[in-house]
């Protein structure tokens, strides 16, 4: 559920009752309070479409109003097969802009056989449907490029973004 109302306009003289103040007071203030939302994003890429096998493939987001905080994590399992060509994830709902290239967050990789961690930055590639990329100097984040993906190898992006 997202925090999606018209706040009531109030009248000097009007005589409140619990269920205005349930409807306008905290109703709305305990969906602020809630927990993020789940959904399922879809993992494609420009070639061959990953699979996540025993991996995990999670999305959360918070609708307030016009702005959505959403959170996608990827972690490798040993059947995870990561595709071929450049990777996209589908958002929880569609930016209000349709600006390709657009940064929508950050992007964090974290090699456990290193360690090491990258960060990236996440895109907006409307030109791909609802879906952001990964960015980093320039260069997108390629199914065969950055690291030698395995288990445990973790993918977090974080970021906003505004609906119509």
């Known amino acids: 559920m997202a925090l999606t109302f018209t706040p ?16 306008n007071v905290r109703d709305p203030f305990a969906e602020l309070m809630a927990s993020w939302n789940t959904y399922a994003p879809t993992w494609t890429a420009t070639t061959t479409n990953p699979d996540i096998g025993n991996g995990v493939l999670d999305g959360r987001y918070k609708q307030v109003g016009k ?11 040993s059947t ?10 589908s958002l929880p709902s569609t930016p209000l ?4 290239g657009e940064t929508l967050g950050t992007c964090a990789i974290r090699d456990v056989s290193v360690p090491s961690q ?6 907006y590639a409307s030109s791909s449907g609802n879906k952001i990329a990964m960015n980093q100097s320039g260069g997108t984040l390629l199914a065969s490029t950055t690291i030698a993906w395995a288990t445990g190898d973790r993918i977090t992006l974080k970021g906003e973004y505004e609906i119509p």
Not at 80 to 89: A, I, M, Q, R
Not at 97 to 100: L, V
Not at 118 to 123: G, L
């Open 8 to 23: 009531r306009t109030w009248t000097d003289g009007e005589v409140v009752t619990m269920g205005m103040l349930n409807a």
């Open 67 to 77: 702005t959505v905080w959403f959170r996608l994590s990827i972690l490798f399992g």
């Open 80 to 89: 995870t097969d990561k595709g071929v060509g450049t990777w996209f994830l």
């Open 97 to 100: 802009y349709a600006n390709t």
């Open 118 to 123: 990258d960060a990236f930055f996440t895109y």
